[in-house]
């Protein structure tokens, strides 16, 4: 794999902070110091501790990833909303799941991105899944085609730069048009269920109304931090349980799983350093049953 950028600084700087500057992580510019790629600065080889010049190309060249064999392929849709040469972005269906486990081995998201890659004769074929979803949760879901990708976006994920919103149809209406939920979210020893808990981590979710029904509201939910069921403890914490969600208290009559969707995603690409932004609508109203 091959990525240039062109330094557009005042001053002479060294190829590591510059890198780290886009998002490099400290392990993977170690591996290609050690063996595992190469620096070019005006196309000519250069030692890692090199200093570039305003102006000046910066490449740097990986090895690839192998297939990680481990994981089976599997040739269900991957449904790919964009892609380039080192992002996918796709519509994860709601009853996916994102990566195998115990329960799932094949058929998961991952399977799938790495069924693409091997079809599409990728150097690269161990896909990275920057964004996970529930397996009932259905929408976008971001996945690095190659672990330079995925080491140059994880600095954005840590730091919650990324921008994630929902739709949800929840139970009930709500008194307030827009809030903010900001409560700490724990395991439960033992269980699958997450709750809120003064032990737990810092949790934030935002939330703005957009519809509403009878007895239920349909709700555009922003992540401010990425817990495990976060959306669902959230709004179950107030009394606004999803649709659906068996787990947490939702009304199962009309709907087979949570009625949420990932329906926004933006992030800066660090490697043309323009913001790319993706999103889709869900008009499904509470009492069409998902099949």
Known sequence: MENTWQYQGAEPIKIKK??????MGHRLFNDLKNGQGEFLVDHRKVRPMT?????????????????????KLSDAPLNIVYEDDNWLVI?????????????????????RAV???VEEKSADQRPHLITRLDRYTGGL?????HHVASSMISQQVQQHQMLKEYTAFVSGIFDKEHDIID????????QVQ????????????????????ADWTKLRVRLHTGRTHQIRVHLASINHPLIGDHLYGGDTSKYQH??????????????????????????????????
Do not use: C, M
Request: hydrophobic letters at 35%; zero cysteines.
């Open 258 to 291: 949570q009625a949420l969707w990932a329906t926004k995603l933006s992030f800066k690409d660090p490697f043309t350093l323009k913001q790319l932004t993706f999103s889709r609508e869900i008009n499904e109203i509470p009492d069409k049953k998902i099949k």
């Open 51 to 71: 200093k570039i010049l305003p102006n000046q190309p910066l490449t740097i060249i990986a090895q690839p990833e192998l297939r990680d064999l481990s994981v």
């Open 141 to 145: 879901l971001l996945i690095a085609k």
């Open 183 to 190: 409560k700490p979210i724990a395991r439960r020893e033992g």
């Open 115 to 117: 069924h693409y890659l």
């Open 18 to 23: 510059f890198l780290q500057s886009l998002g």
């Open 91 to 111: 519509d994860k269906p709601a009853g996916v799941t994102s990566i195998p486990g115990p329960t799932v081995d094949n058929g998961t998201v991952l399977n």
């Open 194 to 213: 997450r709750v809120i808990s003064e032990d737990g981590q810092r949790a934030v979710t935002e939330y703005w109304v957009e519809e509403e029904g």
